[in-house]
């Protein structure tokens, strides 16, 4: 396997497990916790937003991305790299400030929502 794809192979498995973390904390901040621990998670939940926005655009994976040769990978591999290189492009074009604001202001909502369910 070409070592650029898999740099980017490794890359984007770490940020899939932050993405599994995300979504613990999300059922956990929907389900089960406390009103009283909505600022803490919303710090929590923008400072991962953050770190996975770093290495969503990681300067890396642009250098990787031109070095792959899409010819010596499998249509899974070629569809996977289709998917990362959206990822970038995305990423790429937003700031990490909205990231952050974004992620505290969900944590605020969902406690809102949730009261107004009562």
Do not use: C
């Not at 940020?15 to 803490?40: C, H, N, T």
């Not at 792959?68 to 070629?78: A, F």
């Not at 074009?93 to 992620?103: D, K, P």
């Amino acid at each position: 396997m070409q070592q650029a794809y898999a740099n980017l192979e490794k890359h984007f498995g770490e940020i899939v497990s932050l993405r599994e973390i995300e979504a613990l904390m999300g059922w956990d901040r929907s389900v089960m916790m406390p009103e009283l621990g909505v600022s803490q998670r919303g710090r929590q939940m923008a400072t991962l937003g953050i770190k996975m926005h770093e290495m969503q655009t990681e300067p890396r994976i642009g250098e990787w991305t031109s070095k792959v040769d899409r010819n010596n990978l499998s249509d899974w591999q070629q569809a996977n790299l289709d998917v990362m290189l959206n990822i970038y492009t995305h990423e790429t074009s937003g700031h990490a400030a909205l990231v952050e604001r974004r992620a505290r202001q969900e944590t605020k909502t969902e406690t809102i929502w949730r009261n107004a369910r009562k």
